[in-house]
């Protein structure tokens, strides 16, 4: 079974701050992908990285980063300088090639806030 | 806008009442999955579609609940005989054919049920 944790459910920063998401995630397949949505008080969940369990290459796109580490098992989003626009649920979320393998299975969220 | 399109947005129906939900995918997205999602969780699969083949179906889809999607475009929710539980966010997501893409959602439908 496929499981992912998201253990902060609240974070608040100060404008400018730096912040680290964390999740970890479970799975006995080799090949998986990883995902993280933002989802903005309207409701839609916004696509922000997929990543495939063999490119363990950290990524950055502009103010976001990832860092993916399988010897941990956890795929952590950082905000550098964020912004009050950064205020929204981030979910984590896992898909398996085996198995029930089109569908997501999420994190329960971590709620951002970032304060003027 | 060419994104995933749900309708309504928000609904208010009365306990055991049927209510339908319907999503538009983006046109050449093949798959099409409904999700639920409950106050302070994230969302949770409930049924999957490539094209108008209904491939799985999540074991929190009672047989209250059923989904179409006739012509591989569209696709309806009917929720049947409306439940308290039943209080959630339904979210409609969609994905070319492609099995390692990211899923597109939509804005969901929140369902109160009183």
């Known amino acids: 079974a496929q499981k992912v944790t998201q253990a902060q459910t609240e974070i608040s920063v100060v404008e400018k701050e730096d912040v680290t998401l964390d999740c970890v995630y479970e799975?006995?397949?080799?090949?998986?992908?990883l995902f993280w949505y933002k989802q903005p008080p309207s409701g839609e969940l916004v696509f922000l990285i997929r990543?495939?369990?063999?490119?363990?290459q950290n990524e950055i796109s502009g103010r976001y980063s990832w860092n993916f580490q399988k010897s941990t098992s956890s795929f952590n989003f950082t905000i550098t300088a964020s912004q009050v626009v950064d205020s929204a649920v981030y979910f984590c979320?896992?898909?398996?090639?085996?198995?029930?393998?089109?569908?997501?299975?999420f994190g329960s969220g971590t709620q951002l806030t970032v304060l003027p | 806008d060419t994104g995933v399109s749900q309708d309504p947005r928000h609904k208010i129906t009365k306990r055991g009442q049927n209510v339908t939900f319907r999503c538009d995918p983006i046109?050449?997205?093949?798959?099409l999955y409904w999700y639920r999602q409950t106050l302070g969780q994230g969302p949770e699969f409930l049924t999957y579609?490539?094209?108008?083949?209904?491939?799985?179906k999540s074991r929190l889809l009672s047989d209250r609940f059923s989904a179409e999607r006739p012509k591989g475009s569209f696709s309806t929710l009917e929720i049947q005989r409306t439940e308290q539980g039943d209080s959630a966010m339904y979210l409609c997501?969609?994905?070319?054919?492609?099995?390692?893409?990211?899923?597109?959602f939509g804005q969901g439908t929140r369902l109160t049920v009183v």
């Open positions: 046109s050449e997205h093949n798959r």
């Open positions: 990543r495939n369990s063999f490119d363990e």
């Open positions: 799975t006995r397949d080799t090949t998986y992908y």
């Open positions: 979320a896992l898909r398996t090639s085996s198995g029930s393998a089109r569908q997501l299975t």
């Open positions: 997501a969609s994905s070319p054919g492609q099995s390692n893409t990211e899923a597109f």
């Open positions: 579609f490539q094209n108008e083949a209904q491939l799985e």
